[in-house]
């Protein structure tokens, strides 16, 4: 089997990073940079989204593991102190891959679509200004959209950004992309839903800019300047993002140690 470690590059996960290394070498795994079976990530949730967008191209190839060398991610979820135990389970193959969905961005203009994938979100705001936008599901026009900014996550990516703009978390077996506002603008004159949208497969959420705008997108940590786009439009990726589980750990319980407290 071969694999790939992706470190956050402070000097825990480095010395990591270097010990795993060995240990998988003396099992007699292979190092591959490029076309790995399975992919460490040391670090935290942000080095493990670095280590996705690296091999977002084989997804259908890779699995995914974090450790965390700061507080406990919800991708990386396994301690420094675990790291021996975690490698004897590579190494013998004892673990089961799940499946999480992604979300697909469509940035279009009228000359060329360029594609995305994110695993927590893509944002679009409008620098110093309000965005204004109309937003569009299922090709029927649904408001227009005033404010700084609009957030498309994924479930997993659900308990990132999203939650901080008071979105509600989704399980990550829900094939589902939510549609979460900032700071809308809402009055006698202007009017937005309010609430976060929860869109199953299949549906499409299309974003169509009312005015000359120059905007920021995010996918993930990526930052993308797309100033001339006719319109944007999200869904549940036919991709998925694999992930190796070597132990039950399940979803809620993440929730519940990562924002309540930890055992
Ligand atoms: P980072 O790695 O420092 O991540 C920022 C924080 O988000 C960390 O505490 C990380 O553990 C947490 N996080 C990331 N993914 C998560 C997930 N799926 N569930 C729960 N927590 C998660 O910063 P970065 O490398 O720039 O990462 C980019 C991510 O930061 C974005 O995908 C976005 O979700 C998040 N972010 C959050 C806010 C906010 O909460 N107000 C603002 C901007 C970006």
């Not at 507080?71 to 021996?84: I, M, N, R, V």
């Not at 705001?125 to 599901?137: E, R």
């Not at 649904?142 to 404010?147: A, L, S, T």
């Amino acid at each position: 089997m071969k694999f790939s470690i992706q470190s956050r590059n402070d000097s825990q996960s480095n010395e990591l990073k270097e010990l795993a290394k060995n240990y998988l070498q003396d099992f007699g795994l292979i190092l591959d940079e490029v076309e790995p079976d399975i992919v460490i990530s040391i670090g935290g949730d942000g080095t493990l989204l670095h280590a996705f967008h690296n091999h977002v191209k084989r997804l259908d190839k890779v699995a995914f593991v974090g450790i965390h060398t700061g507080h406990l991610g919800f991708y990386a979820d396994w301690k420094p102190s675990e790291l021996e135990k975690l490698v004897l389970c590579i190494a013998k193959n004892q673990y089961k891959v799940v499946e999480y969905p992604l979300l697909e961005v469509n940035v279009c203009n009228h000359t060329e679509i360029s594609s995305y994938l994110a695993l927590n979100e893509a944002t679009i705001k409008s620098p110093n200004v309000t965005l204004v936008m109309d937003v569009f599901l299922n090709d029927r026009h649904f408001e227009r959209f005033r404010g700084d900014g609009l957030c498309i996550s994924t479930p997993s990516g659900s308990t990132a950004y999203n939650k901080a703009l008071g979105g509600a978390i989704i399980h990550p077996t829900l094939q589902a992309i939510q549609v979460t506002e900032m700071a809308s603008i809402n009055n006698r004159v202007f009017r937005t839903i309010g609430s976060s949208l929860v869109l199953p497969a299949h549906h499409t959420c299309k974003l169509k800019p009312v005015k000359n705008q120059t905007f920021t997108m995010t996918i993930d940590h990526l930052q993308l300047d797309h100033n001339e786009l006719d319109y944007i439009i999200f869904k549940v990726a036919k991709e998925k993002v694999r992930f190796a589980r070597f132990r039950p750990f399940p979803f809620w319980e993440r929730v519940h140690d990562s924002f309540i407290a930890s055992e």
